[in-house]
């Protein structure tokens, strides 16, 4: 397979460790990326999204984390744009073929000299892209890295990510990357790119807070002939278990929960009272607190703008019935044990009126979010 090259280096926006990742593409390849759909956008997403909308192939990635570049006005979409300036004059590519990403605190100026200093070291140290090194690279408060590799047959998926924390839909605190060595033309991917975000990326939630600087890409290599529907399910795979390590690294936590919300009337439906039940504070702090509660999950159920029948629905927790129209007390103990043995707690909800369904992760929260969040700036 074509070999993908990475740089590192320190700019010194991190109080330790490297900060600046460049990664160089064997040659143009396809590529899809989403962003935040938060308003207020960093400079690097408003940046790489224009250059984005414009192009269906890219050559190089640059990423900086430990400063969000965000808040800094025009002078931080310059500094974005200077970013792609420096990566393609070192990489003696076109500076419309790089995208940038930037990741960290809000509202500090890149201290740009520094950055870009880091690049050209960064390009002059290219090697095989390492997952796990690039993950490290572009972490923030996360605990651990996060990638993943997926192989069937000659197709091969695999990739890396960032986010601990200001994770919710659409997207979330989080930067992610994923390659895939299938054949596919832009609209193809695209068109699986975005199915895939709404079931991962797009289906987590750590604190309901929506960040200025979420993107996830999706690039082809173009080498291994594949069906879309064989290059879906890998993508999603791979996407899945990011998503997956992201929640497990949300800030503080201590559980994974997997929400699952079956037989709705519609896929949005069963979409949106995922979600309510995923960002419910009342269902974190019980989950962390180990008590099956199942009382919130109820109210959470109930809370959205689609009518839910009581006396249809159906709670679950760790597979035990907790609720059908009435109290099943019986099982609470059951349903706490299951709290107490497991770091990823299952919660069903059956709404007993359609064929369709949807899976939102999300975690605890306890002690150490408020002061990993309260100390985060100072």
Not at 44 to 51: A, F
Not at 172 to 190: E, G, I, P, S, W
């Amino acid at each position: 397979m074509a070999e993908i090259l990475m740089g590192t280096a320190r700019a010194g926006l991190k109080t330790k460790g490297n900060d600046v990742l460049v990664l160089l593409l064997p040659y143009p390849c396809v590529a899809s990326f989403v962003f935040t759909s938060n308003y207020f956008k960093a400079g690097s997403v408003l940046y790489s999204e224009s250059v984005a909308k414009e192009r269906e192939t890219i050559r190089a990635i640059v990423v900086n984390s430990g400063n969000a570049n965000c808040g800094t006005g025009e002078e931080g979409v310059k500094h974005a744009e200077m970013m792609a300036q420096k990566t393609a004059q070192e990489l003696g590519i076109k500076t419309e073929e790089v995208l940038v990403f930037s990741t960290g605190v809000i509202g500090r100026y890149l201290p740009i000299n520094d950055v870009l200093g880091a690049i050209e070291n960064a390009c002059t140290n290219l090697r095989p892209l390492d997952l796990k090194e690039a993950s490290m690279t572009i972490s923030t408060t996360d605990r651990f890295p996060k990638y993943d590799f997926a192989k069937r047959g000659e197709l091969e998926t695999f990739g890396f990510a960032k986010g601990a924390g200001m994770i919710h839909p659409s997207m979330a605190t989080m930067l992610a990357f994923v390659f895939t060595n299938a054949k596919t033309d832009y609209l193809t991917l695209r068109r699986i790119h975005e199915s895939v975000t709404q079931r991962t990326f797009n289906s987590i939630t750590v604190d309901g807070c929506m960040s200025t600087n979420d993107a996830f890409g999706v690039v082809a290599l173009g080498e291994t002939e594949a069906s879309a529907e064989d290059l879906e399910f890998e993508l999603a795979k791979v996407s899945e278990t990011l998503a997956k390590q992201i929640v497990a690294d949300g800030e503080g936590a201590t559980r994974v929960i997997r929400v699952s919300v079956r037989s709705a009337i519609t896929p949005i439906k069963a979409r949106e009272i995922a979600r309510a039940v995923a960002n419910s504070l009342l269902v974190k702090t019980a989950v962390f607190g180990k008590d099956p509660n199942w009382g919130r999950v109820a109210a959470a159920v109930g809370s959205t703008e689609f009518p839910v029948d009581p006396f249809r629905l159906e709670i679950y927790i760790g597979g035990y019935l907790l609720y059908d129209g009435k109290p099943r007390n019986e099982n609470l103990p059951k349903a706490r044990e299951h709290l107490l043995k497991n770091t990823e707690v299952d919660i069903t909800v059956e709404l007993n009126e359609g064929d369709y369904e949807w899976t939102f992760y999300s975690s605890d929260i306890g002690y150490d979010y408020i002061r990993l969040n309260a100390e985060y700036t100072t």
